[in-house]
């Protein structure tokens, strides 16, 4: 069992004050209350409303013995003492027979309450202190490595990855590492990560619907580049003027999806929307919009968020609806001098609608990268160590950094898009990291 | 995490940077029109830190979606003692559409021509001849003839009736009968009205008639650069017909860099003038040229009408005056308007909540920016279709007042003769109407009947100015999902459920019907409470009580 001021979250620190090595402290008292939960009052309502979950401050209560022979001794250790509680540090406790500590970082603080007594030959020193610390104690760093591809489709990793077992008691920050190997030229300049307990990826092959009037304009060609071996190619015209998609997904859990299409065109501006179609009638919420995507490569674009299956009920704490197959439509402006090529679909989860948990981060830089980005929860940035030795940050274009909760499997799901640079075969190393959040002093 | 699943990044000159753990009290706020209002927080930042800098941007996203739901520009970071920051951001729509307040016009049919007197000619007499003198020795003597000058004529034009009788106002050129002209002599009177602007002449049109027919005078329109060229676009002779008036544009009939417009009569040869030498012009109008979406000059012909609507005037604002702005969706309006000008200088957004307001049946929002940062603003359509579904559990207060409510309307205005005329609308049926009288300036192209209607439809029922509090997500009836509160867009019908309806809440046209389906003014969400304040059927602060409405908070 020990209390230590320490400079870093290690296995193995560098003390700055040992607070129980008899030299000359001794901790007599130690308790470290979990915080308090911070609640809203609800308005006309019964009951509160949650809208989120804060903790106050934890304050721990430590009650520290000094003694020895030698009053200046004690004097020198009682400043040493002080200045640790100035400024913010990292306080290392080791509770008693544990092989693994938590760490507290605990903000400046002066002691409560000083006691002297006057021993015959010993000075005696008590020192009360409240010492205020961030809500939650953290543990060793939890790492594991990866590595992603891009194909959804793919039951090993596609897309996607699973953090299990997550230790804690409340969710903690996730830092990823992305890695890609040199032969991929560079990280591609924009992606998606989407963190989450609830739902799954659910994908469709993506063919166009062939125009009554010009049934040639569509056709199926082989590609090994595609998902699924095959892509469907739109040829130029403007008669009709658009080309629908139809997507039909199966055993759609109810929420709200991102939909993601693989796409490709030589360069060119181009409008896509979603539509969706409840019996003939077709809701078109937001007009054509421009899409961002890679010419002359497959990349994912980003069609929005909907619900599917279409305005299907929320899960409460009573039920949930069950899983159902879901159509949406996807229209695309046609160019007269281009033909568009797509092959697959993919919905990646964004709980908003449901009680669920889930971050969905979008993040971009108008640089190449170098080969590898850092996705940091802790700190809520993004960069990249490129080549002239920066850390150059990404902007971020939307949403939460990924977190992951304990209890449940998490699902990281990792999707470039546009992408310099996106087969579906392509690897992305992932080493991922967290420090566990503890209201308890170890759970495990 | 707190602030109810929403991130919180700022974008400054060093790039983005997440801010949702360091702050505190966060409310955003959306309003229509306008589209994002503001957003408001306190931050941890220690006073040694520099200062925020200008030209910071704030989003607040739905950190579960990574959709947007609010976001700004900083105006007004309070740096305190405690280290904590009072940030505060206006909404990039409300913002841009507020930075210049200068003269602007579209479309002018008023005569406000500058004239200044020319000498147009002398008044002669002739003396001299035999004369009778009574001497000592009599006899007679003479005088040489000769002309000698008794005055000099000038002549101006004015704003006036032709001397013909006839009652229609404009611009009257005249010379009055005997007057010794020289060759060439002008008499002109200039518009000047775009170069006061700032703009540029795109088009004009005018009548005119003259007292004779002849070819020894010519009525010429010219289009000038103000200290620069000029172009006579049209030369035409002394005629008793009166021509029908030709739309003259930039580009093809004068140059596109003339912003000043002028008629003048010209002389040919010396002469005396005879009666009624006179030339009356009318039914002026110009146009000034307007920009397109995409940042060019709209083609001569394309503004060459005697009305503009908002949409014109919307697109041609947002290129012009809002640089962070581009145009987005453009939804074109019911009323054609014949007069469009401030002289005095106005700000773009004075102007189009003028416009919206006459029109009915457009307004306008700027939502989420794009990759490089400027904002799309569009100009929506009043929507009919309900889209937000709630009920009232987390509060719902609806005081009503039928001070606004009336179902009679007088409506005048003077028709194109320039005599009133009045027309009444009445929905009363109970035999004790409300009334209320609208005075046009000018009469409407959809008639007076159409603008009672359009008055009626507003004031029928009793507007509610009042407030329900959302505290969890909402039904999104257009997309089909549950939109987080602070995702609910001002501007939109929602229906309140729990309330007690009155016999004609079974309507199934879904206007404002001033009982459950409402009008959302505006959206307050504070992230402390995680409840979203939704105003109902009220007027929208404009920038300076907006600001006042932040700092007093």
Not at chain 1, 252 to 272: C, E, I, N, Q
Not at chain 1, 288 to 309: A, M
Not at chain 2, 49 to 73: L, N, S, Y
Not at chain 2, 483 to 492: E, L, Q
Request: aromatic share 8%; net charge negative; with cysteine.
């Amino acid at each position: 069992m020990s209390w230590k001021f320490v400079d870093s979250i290690s296995a193995s620190p560098t003390t700055l004050l040992d607070l129980h090595d008899g030299a000359p402290f001794y901790v007599a008292e130690w308790a470290a209350p979990p915080p308090a939960v911070r609640g809203s009052s609800g308005v006309s309502s019964d009951g509160s409303i949650e809208p989120s979950t804060s903790f106050e401050d934890r304050t721990l209560q430590v009650l520290l013995d000094m003694q020895s022979v030698d009053a200046d001794a004690v004097a020198v250790a009682f400043q040493a003492l002080a200045k640790m509680l100035l400024a913010p540090r990292w306080l290392r406790y080791l509770p008693p027979t544990a092989t693994k500590p938590v760490f507290f970082r605990t903000r400046a603080c002066t002691p409560a309450e000083i006691e002297e007594f006057r021993l015959i030959a010993v000075r005696n020193k008590q020192v009360r202190i409240d010492l205020p610390a961030e809500p939650f104690g953290y543990g060793l760093a939890v790492t594991d490595e990866v590595v992603v591809n891009n194909d959804p489709t793919n039951a090993t990793n596609g897309m996607r990855f699973t953090i299990a077992d997550v230790k804690g008691d409340v969710p903690a920050p996730l830092r990823l590492d992305l890695s890609v190997t040199s032969g991929w030229l560079a990280i591609p300049k924009a992606f998606m990560i989407q963190a989450g307990t609830y739902g799954q990826l659910h994908n469709a092959a993506a063919a166009w619907v062939p125009p009554p009037a010009a049934p040639t304009d569509v056709t199926t060609v082989n590609d090994s580049s595609a998902i699924g071996g095959t892509k469907s190619v739109l040829a130029a015209g403007s008669s009709p003027a658009y080309g629908n998609v139809d997507l039909t997904f199966a055993d759609v859990t109810p929420g709200d999806y991102r939909v993601l299409l693989r796409f490709t065109s030589p360069a060119g501006a181009r409008r896509a929307c979603l539509m969706q179609r409840v019996g003939s009638y077709e809701l078109n919420p937001t007009g054509l919009q421009p899409i961002t995507y890679q010419s002359g490569q497959f990349s994912w674009v980003d069609l929005g968020v909907v619900r599917l299956p279409f305005s299907t009920r929320r899960a409460t704490e009573w039920d949930a609806p069950a899983a159902s197959s879901a159509t949406i439509r996807a229209v695309f402006e046609r160019s007269t001098t281009d033909a568009l090529t797509i092959d697959h679909a993919v919905l990646v989860p964004v709980p908003g609608g449901d009680r669920s948990v889930g971050r969905f981060l979008q993040a971009s830089t108008p640089t190449d990268a170098e080969l590898s980005a850092v996705v940091d929860g802790r700190s809520e940035q993004v960069w990249s160590h490129i080549s002239d030795g920066r850390d150059m940050l990404w902007s971020l274009s939307g949403g939460g950094f990924p977190q992951v909760v304990p209890g449940v499997p998490n699902q990281i799901v990792l999707a470039y898009a546009p992408a310099v640079y996106n087969p579906r075969t392509m690897p992305t190393t992932v080493a991922w990291s967290y420090n566990p959040r503890y209201l308890y002093l170890r759970g495990d | 995490m707190g602030q109810g699943s929403l991130a919180v990044v700022m974008t400054g000159v060093d790039g983005d940077e997440a801010v949702t753990d360091r702050i505190s009290n966060l409310v955003v706020r959306n309003s229509s029109p306008g589209g994002y209002e503001s957003v408001e927080f306190d931050m941890q930042r220690r006073l040694a830190e520099k200062r925020i800098p200008d030209g910071t941007v704030v989003r607040v996203f739905d950190a579960t979606t990574g959709e947007q739901v609010g976001g700004g520009r900083v105006i007004e970071p309070g740096p305190a003692e405690d280290g904590i920051w009072r940030v505060s951001c206006l909404g990039e729509g409300f913002a841009a559409l507020q930075d210049q307040d200068e003269p602007y016009m579209v479309v002018d049919a008023s005569l406000q021509p500058t004239v200044q007197p020319s000498v147009i000619g002398v008044r002669e007499k002739t003396i001299g001849g035999k004369q009778y003198k009574m001497g000592k020795n009599g006899g007679r003597a003479s005088v040489p003839k000769q002309k000698v000058i008794t005055g000099i004529v000038s002549a101006t034009a004015k704003v006036a009736g032709p001397p013909d009788g006839t009652e229609t106002e404009g611009l009257l050129f005249e010379i009055p009968q005997g007057t010794s002209t020289s060759a060439s002599a002008v008499i002109a009177a200039q518009i000047r009205t775009p170069y006061l602007c700032g703009q540029r002449l795109g088009a004009f049109i005018y009548r005119y008639v003259c007292g004779i027919t002849s070819s020894s005078y010519t009525l010429r329109a010219d289009a000038l650069t103000f200290g620069g060229g000029s172009d006579t676009v049209a030369t035409h002779t002394f005629t008793q017909s009166s021509p029908a008036g030709v739309w003259k544009v930039h580009g093809t009939d004068f140059d596109s860099t003339r912003d000043w417009f002028q008629l003048r009569v010209v002389t040919g040869a010396a002469t005396t003038t005879l009666a009624n030498v006179w030339a009356h012009a009318r039914t002026i109008v110009l146009r000034t040229q307007l920009f397109a979406a995409d940042g060019s000059v709209r083609s001569g012909a394309s503004v060459a009408s005697l009305t503009a609507g908002v949409h014109d005037v919307f697109t041609d604002l947002v290129v012009r005056r809002c640089p962070s702005l581009k145009v987005g969706t453009v939804t074109t309006g019911a009323r054609a308007f014949t007069q469009l000008a401030w002289y005095d200088g106005a700000t773009a957004k004075d102007i189009l909540d003028e416009l919206c307001e006459a029109d009915g049946t457009v307004t306008y929002h700027a939502w989420e920016a794009d990759a490089a940062g400027r904002t799309a603003i569009n100009l929506d359509p009043v929507t009919t279709a309900v889209r937000y579904e709630v009920n009232s559990k987390d509060g719902y207060n609806a005081p009503t007042s039928s001070g606004d409510v009336y179902d009679r309307v007088v409506v005048t205005a003077p028709d194109p003769a320039g005599f009133t005329r009045r027309q009444v609308v009445s929905r009363n049926t109970n035999g004790r109407p409300r009334s209320k009288t609208i005075n046009l300036d000018a009469w409407p192209t959809e008639g007076l009947t159409a603008v009672g209607n359009q008055f009626l439809d507003k004031y029928a029922a009793p507007p509610n100015g009042g407030v329900v509090v959302v505290g969890e997500r909402v039904r999104d009836l257009i997309t089909g999902r549950w939109v987080h509160p602070a995702a609910i867009k001002s501007g939109n019908l929602i229906r309140v459920l729990g309330v007690q309806p009155n016999p004609d809440s079974l309507n199934p046209d879904a206007k404002r019907d001033g009982v459950t389906i409402f009008r959302i003014a505006s959206n307050t969400y504070t992230a402390d409470s995680g409840t979203a304040t939704l105003e109902l059927d009220q007027p929208v602060l404009n920038q300076d009580r907006a600001l006042a409405a932040l700092l007093s908070s």
